[in-house]
């Protein structure tokens, strides 16, 4: 497509300005749709300031490098990272045990609740089986029996 058809407008100096604030100094880089119209621009004098101060930024950018880390940093780094190790596997250790005792200690509160709501209520002491007593109660000399009463 040509870039008259597209019905859209030119490319002024603050949209170009953006472009190269975000892509570089260099067009290649740049999104396949606003290339032509950044060439364009970049044909007169503020396109081509423009694009030399992003071209400055970028050489800035790619020269700047990171030395890699000293013996003495990448130790420290390594004795740091097995103390925290260390911590948190013992961490582990007793939360696990934390959660075992509480495990134990409600199946002991469960066990306790089963057994006294399961077994019987227990007579009490004062009634002692003797030799008068019977299933329909206690049949001994010192109780009126009905027969008597008629």
């Given at each position: 497509?040509?870039?008259?058809s597209?019905?859209?407008?030119?490319?002024?100096?603050?949209?170009?300005?953006?472009?190269?604030a975000?892509?570089?100094?260099d067009?290649?880089r740049?999104?396949?749709?606003?290339?032509?119209?950044?060439?364009?621009f970049?044909?007169?004098?503020?396109?081509?300031?423009i694009?030399?101060?992003a071209?400055?930024l970028?050489?800035?950018?790619?020269?700047?490098?990171?030395?890699?880390?000293?013996?003495a940093?990448?130790?420290a780094?390594?004795?740091?990272?097995?103390?925290h190790l260390?911590?948190?596997?013992?961490?582990?250790f007793?939360?696990?045990?934390l959660?075992?005792?509480?495990i134990?200690?409600?199946?002991?509160?469960?066990?306790?609740?089963?057994?006294?709501?399961?077994t019987?209520?227990?007579?009490?002491?004062?009634?002692v089986?003797?030799?008068?007593?019977?299933?329909?109660g206690?049949?001994g000399?010192?109780?009126?029996?009905?027969?008597e009463?008629l």
């Amino acid at each position: 497509m040509a870039e008259g058809s597209r019905n859209e407008p030119a490319m002024d100096a603050k949209r170009f300005a953006a472009l190269a604030a975000a892509y570089g100094g260099d067009l290649r880089r740049w999104p396949e749709a606003e290339r032509m119209a950044g060439a364009i621009f970049a044909a007169n004098t503020a396109g081509q300031a423009i694009l030399h101060h992003a071209g400055t930024l970028d050489g800035l950018l790619d020269s700047y490098h990171v030395e890699a880390p000293g013996k003495a940093l990448h130790s420290a780094i390594l004795q740091a990272a097995g103390r925290h190790l260390v911590q948190r596997r013992r961490q582990r250790f007793w939360w696990l045990g934390l959660g075992l005792a509480g495990i134990g200690l409600a199946g002991a509160v469960a066990g306790l609740a089963l057994v006294s709501i399961v077994t019987p209520e227990v007579q009490p002491d004062h009634y002692v089986l003797d030799a008068n007593a019977t299933a329909f109660g206690d049949a001994g000399p010192d109780r009126d029996t009905i027969e008597e009463d008629l």
